[in-house]
Structures are given as structure tokens and as C-alpha cells.
């Protein structure tokens, strides 16, 4: 059974940074790309970043400059540092991973439970 367990959300003032952890655990598969979603009140959910096996990564243009996607393939786990956080960053963020894409198109088959993240002005 695939779980991804996420940390590292909370509250923070506008300006501020967090950083998301994701922990992938029960993979019988080699993972290949990661990623993480978000979903506002009364929003639609958006792929916020994603990352192949390689180390390529991908952002949704709002966060581009300001956030920066990472992984550690040794141990399962992805990384997403969210620096000069606005409060339209306000929302649930959701960590995910795929067995099968690898590159800029990106579709996960995982989904974590998520983690709020709340940015105040």
C-alpha cells in the first residue's frame, strides 16, 4: 500500500517561507515523477510544481521565482521550499506521485492527505 505522508505546513506572515516534506513509503515500483497540487476554498485544485526522476522540475507560473521543487530519490521524498509567500498561496497543499509520467506532462496516480498552509497579510 503506496502512502505519502506530508509535514512541514502551518501558518506564516506575508513574505514568509515554509518548506513541505513528503514521505513516499510502500512502493513496490520505482517512482518517477513527483509533485505537489493545492486546493483553495472555493478553487479549483492546480498542479503547483512536479519533478521527474531526473531532476527536472516544473512550476505553475504564479510561483515560479518563489518556490523550488526537490527530491531525494535514496529515500522517497520530496521537497517543496516556498519562499516570499503571498496570501493567495493560502491553501491546502497536497503531495502525489506517478509510476508512470516522467517528463513535462505530468499525472499522479498517489495522493497525500495534505497539509494547510496559511498565509496571512
Known amino acids: 500500500q503506496v502512502q505519502l505522508v506530508e509535514s512541514g505546513g502551518g501558518w506564516v506572515q506575508t513574505g514568509g517561507s515554509l518548506r513541505l516534506s513528503c514521505a513516499a513509503s510502500?512502493?513496490?515500483?520505482?517512482?518517477?515523477?513527483m509533485g505537489w497540487y493545492r486546493q483553495a476554498p472555493g478553487r479549483q485544485r492546480e498542479l503547483v510544481a512536479h519533478i521527474t526522476s531526473g531532476g527536472s522540475p516544473n512550476y505553475l507560473d504564479s510561483v515560479k521565482g518563489r518556490f523550488s521543487i526537490s527530491r531525494d530519490n535514496a529515500n522517497n521524498t520530496a521537497y517543496l521550499q516556498m519562499n516570499m509567500l503571498k496570501p493567495e498561496d493560502t491553501a491546502v497543499y497536497y503531495c502525489?506521485?506517478?509510476?508512470?509520467?516522467?517528463?513535462?506532462?505530468?499525472?499522479?496516480?498517489?495522493w497525500g492527505q495534505g497539509a494547510q498552509v496559511t498565509v496571512s497579510s
Open positions: 510502500g512502493s513496490r515500483f520505482p517512482i518517477k515523477a
Open positions: 502525489t506521485l506517478s509510476f508512470y509520467t516522467d517528463g513535462r506532462y505530468y499525472r499522479p496516480d498517489y
